[in-house]
C-alpha cells in the first residue's frame, strides 16, 4: 500500500456489485516491482480485480491473502464446517477457553462465536506456517522479507468497518533475514510505511522505479520501517513521526459511513459518521447502544484513562483546545492527500486546492445569498501551510 484509500480509489470493496478499483493512474507495487525485476504474484485475494500473470524465472514479489479468519457466507460462523477446511487439524477450543474483549459484552452466544473464530485464527496460523516451510525448502528464507499484516479488526462490533483503536490498531510483524528477532517496537506507524520498506529492501533508489505511471500518481506519504527495526525503544519525534491518519468510507457499497482519525501515544481523535446496526447485547455493555447510534461530530479519546474509548471528550471545555489541534491536524492531512469529503460551506476541498494552484482568486464565502454576494477579495478557506 502506497496511498490512502480515499486517495487511490478502492474507497470500497470491489467485488459483487460494489466495482470499486483502483485508479490507472496509481503506481501500485506490482508495478513498482515488476519495474525492478521482480515477478509479483498475488494468491487468495479477492477484493480487487485480476490480471494474468507468467512465469519467467525472476525474483518473487508475493502477496498470499489468506480467506481466514473472515466469516463464512453465513455471517455467523468461520466456515469452520466447509468441506475444504474440515480435515485440517486445527486447535480445537471451548467456551471457557475464550477471552471476550472489553470493548464487547460478555454474553453466551458471543463465546460461541468466539470459539469459531478462534479455530478459525488457528487454521490461518498453520497457513503462515505452510508458507515459511515452502520459503525454507527453497532456501528462500534467508533472502526474504516476510511481512504479515491484517487489513482490519476482528469481524465485531466496534472493530471491523470501525475507526476505533479495536478496528484501527492492526498486528504487523516482520522476519528480516540476519534481523534480531523478538523485538516489539512501540513507535507509530502506519500500512503506507510497508511499501518504503520493501522497496528499500530490493536495495532500490527511488529513481531506479521506472513505471508508466511515474510522475502521474500521487507521491507516497509512508516512511520505511527500517529504523524501527531492532529497536525496542520509542523512536525519537525528530526523526519519526509519532502519529498515524486513517480513513473509512465504504466496505460495500451501502456501508457508506465517511469517518477520517489522527492518533497518537494518548489521543485519539475522529469525526464521527458511522451508524452501524449492532446486537442486543451492547445495551447492557459499556458503549451503550444509544451513546454509539447517536455520537458527536467529533470524537475525542484519552488512550491512557480510557483504553475502550467510551468517555468522548469532545464537548468539554478543558478539551477543547486539543480538539481543535487535532481536528486542525487531521484537516491539514486531509488537504495534503487531496480527500474528496473534505469540504467546508459546502465545497469540496478538492476544488479550492485546484483553484489555489491555479492562482484562482476565490470568494469570500460561498454560500448562495442573491442580496449579498460574496467577495472575490480571496479565499474563503485556506490551510495553515498556503
Not at 98 to 118: G, K, M, N, W
Not at 155 to 180: C, E, H, I, M, V
Not at 209 to 214: A, F, G, L, W
Not at 295 to 315: M, T
Request: glycine share 10%.
Amino acid at each position: 500500500m502506497k496511498l490512502h484509500t480515499h486517495q487511490n480509489g478502492q474507497y470500497g470493496l470491489q467485488q459483487m456489485w460494489c466495482h470499486f478499483q483502483t485508479h490507472e493512474h496509481i503506481e501500485m507495487a506490482p508495478r513498482v516491482f515488476n519495474s525492478l525485476g521482480y515477478q509479483t504474484d498475488i494468491l487468495g485475494k479477492v477484493h480487487v480485480g485480476h490480471r494474468g500473470g507468467r512465469r519467467n524465472g525472476r525474483l518473487p514479489h508475493l502477496t498470499v491473502g489468506l480467506r481466514d479468519p473472515h466469516r463464512d457466507e453465513t455471517r455467523e460462523g468461520f466456515g469452520n464446517d466447509e468441506d475444504d477446511v474440515r480435515d485440517i487439524s486445527a486447535p480445537d477450543y471451548r467456551t471457557a477457553d475464550v477471552e471476550i474483549p472489553p470493548f464487547i459484552s460478555d454474553a453466551p452466544q458471543l463465546r460461541t462465536e468466539f470459539v469459531e473464530y478462534y479455530k478459525s485464527i488457528g487454521r490461518m496460523d498453520l497457513g503462515v506456517g505452510l508458507i515459511l516451510g515452502e520459503l525454507a525448502k527453497r532456501d528462500l528464507d534467508r533472502n526474504t522479507l516476510v511481512i504479515f499484516v491484517s487489513d482490519n479488526g476482528s469481524p465485531f462490533l466496534n472493530s471491523k468497518t470501525a475507526l476505533y483503536d479495536t478496528g484501527a490498531r492492526l498486528p504487523l510483524l516482520l522476519r528480516q533475514p540476519g534481523g534480531k528477532p523478538g523485538v516489539v517496537n512501540p513507535s507509530m506507524v502506519s500500512l503506507i510505511d510497508i511499501l518504503p520498506r520493501c522497496i528499500e529492501w530490493a536495495r532500490a533508489q527511488d529513481s531506479d522505479i521506472k513505471t508508466s505511471n511515474r510522475g502521474k500518481s500521487p507521491p507516497q506519504k509512508g516512511t520505511s520501517l527500517l529504523r524501527a527495526l531492532g529497536d525496542s525503544d520509542v523512536l525519537p519525534s525528530e526523526t519519526w513521526t509519532q502519529h498515524v491518519f486513517g480513513s473509512h468510507t465504504f466496505h460495500e457499497i451501502q456501508n457508506y459511513w465517511p469517518t477520517r482519525f489522527m492518533r497518537n501515544h494518548r489521543a485519539f481523535g475522529m469525526p464521527a459518521r458511522q451508524t452501524n446496526p449492532t446486537p442486543r447485547e451492547v445495551m447492557s455493555g459499556r458503549r451503550r447502544l444509544q451513546n454509539h447510534v447517536y455520537r458527536r461530530p467529533e470524537e475525542l479519546f484519552d488512550l491512557e484513562d480510557d483504553p475502550e474509548e467510551v468517555g468522548n471528550l469532545a464537548g468539554r471545555p478543558e478539551f477543547e483546545a486539543l480538539l481543535r489541534e487535532t481536528q486542525a491536524e487531521l484537516e491539514v492531512w486531509q488537504y495534503e492527500t487531496d480527500g474528496p469529503w473534505l469540504s467546508r460551506d459546502g465545497v469540496s476541498g478538492m476544488t479550492t486546492h485546484a483553484a489555489q494552484k491555479l492562482g484562482v482568486r476565490l470568494p469570500a464565502r460561498f454560500d448562495f445569498e442573491p442580496k449579498n454576494p460574496g467577495s472575490a477579495a480571496g479565499p474563503h478557506w485556506a490551510p495553515p501551510f498556503g
